[in-house]
């Protein structure tokens, strides 16, 4: 996924600043010049590697699967280049908690901020902080109630800008776990079978393990029709299959052992690329390659070929229960990667879950591709903050539900 969700520097208005503009972004006058500004700042430290994202001609692409989304373009000087460009999209989602009286989930209308860009040249200019405010603006008359976004711990200038100059707060930390599509398939037990489940079917299974966690999404049944998602899978044990009737309201889970998840297809909205890495480096994962081609049956873990664009599976919705769950979680993951590999553009696959999520030590990783600290940001919109408030105290509050849904639609 991409490693910049949000990338900013500090910025500091000029004494005199040329004028500045933002606007909301005209796909017929404005896409080749925001391309330009994307190359630009995908351009990694000299001598380091670097993760680029290709936005495959779409520089809009990363929020288009909302219905409520925009990009806007700040615009510089007298001549009107633009210097920096910011995405942000609106959506429902739960807030880990119940009203009292009725035991439905509490939802909250909240915006998320990412793909935030400024131009090299054109920082400490107080360009970025005017690009947030301006979609701060835009969130609220639209009825965002909060509005967050979410950078790796390491990106200090995206923190100082948001927690500093913008008000926002560290709210939550996920961790995000990647794990190589190898060459080689991943064999499965016998005694399990995995088997796919309707996106109708999806929805209230979905429904009924998520309504207590944070950020679960109210339209999910826009998520799992969407083209991009190929699809929620259920591994559970062979014996206990038959006995499963998905027909019946009570019985809509298992009564067994069980681990579900669903996937989303990435390579259809942006593809990655390493970049900056030694010449000995990118050998050596080559020949993990040849050697995995030649002798599949001794399973190396071969690192797939990053350094050329490429696309990855998210998995979403990633639950267990049961005696067996751990197991059956990371067959299920097996699987994924075995479908993963009949695609050739897919080269990695990526999970992203609560700290303390039971899902997290289940699920197959490489920690050296994983990093234990998306950073999430948040803060409160347009009103004044009432001690009483349920949805304030969420704000506050430092401990999350076990859980955390995270949609893909906003990677």
């Not at 107080?126 to 301006?134: M, N, P």
């Not at 259809?268 to 900056?276: A, I, P, S, T």
């Not at 994983?370 to 903050?385: A, N």
Request: proline fraction near 6%; include cysteine; hydrophobic fraction near 40%.
């Amino acid at each position: 996924m991409p490693s910049k969700k949000i990338a900013a520097e500090a910025n500091f208005p000029a004494e005199h600043p040329p004028p500045l503009v933002v606007r909301e972004y005209d796909e017929g006058s404005d896409k080749a010049a925001v391309e330009e500004l994307e190359r630009r700042c995908e351009v990694g430290p000299p001598g380091k590697p670097s993760l680029v994202t290709d936005l495959m001609g779409d520089p809009i692409a990363r929020v288009r699967n909302f219905v409520s989304h925009i990009m806007l373009v700040a615009e510089y000087g007298d001549g009107g280049e633009i210097v920096g460009v910011i995405r942000g999209c609106i959506k429902t989602v739960t807030s880990g908690k119940k009203i009292s009286s009725t035991e439905f989930p509490v939802y909250v209308k909240l915006a998320y901020i990412l793909g935030l860009r400024v131009s090299s040249t054109h920082r400490r200019l107080g360009i970025a902080t005017k690009l947030v405010q301006e979609l701060e603006n835009w969130s609220t008359k639209n009825g965002a109630e909060y509005s967050y976004m979410a950078t790796e711990r390491a990106n200090q200038p995206s923190l100082n800008l948001f927690i500093k100059k913008c008000n926002y707060v560290k709210f939550r930390n996920p961790t995000v776990l990647v794990q190589p599509v190898h060459l080689h398939q991943k064999p499965l037990p016998s005694d399990i079978t995995i088997v796919r489940i309707p996106p109708n079917i999806s929805e209230q299974i979905y429904q009924t393990l998520f309504s207590c966690s944070e950020f679960f999404p109210k339209d999910i049944d826009k998520l799992l029709n969407n083209k991009l998602s190929l699809g929620t899978f259920m591994a559970l044990p062979k014996n206990s299959h038959s006995k499963w009737n998905t027909k019946n309201a009570g019985d809509l889970l298992p009564k067994s052992s069980f681990a579900i998840l669903s996937i989303w297809n990435t390579k259809e909205v942006y593809r990655l690329q390493m970049k900056g890495v030694s010449a000995v480096t990118h050998a050596a994962c080559v020949g993990t390659r040849v050697l995995d081609a030649m002798v599949p049956w001794l399973k190396i873990p071969s690192i797939p070929n990053v350094f050329e664009n490429f696309g990855f599976y998210f998995m979403y919705g990633l639950h267990m229960e049961g005696n067996d769950g751990s197991r059956l979680m990371r067959n299920l993951c097996k699987f994924v990667h075995n479908m993963a590999q009949d695609d050739v553009d897919i080269r990695v696959l990526v999970a992203e879950v609560a700290p303390m999520d039971r899902v997290r030590e289940a699920v197959p990783h490489w920690k050296r591709f994983s990093w234990e600290e998306d950073i999430w940001c948040i803060k409160r919109l347009g009103v004044q903050v009432d001690e009483n408030n349920c949805h304030d105290h969420w704000y506050k509050s430092s401990d999350s539900s076990e859980v955390i849904f995270v949609d893909p639609r906003e990677l």
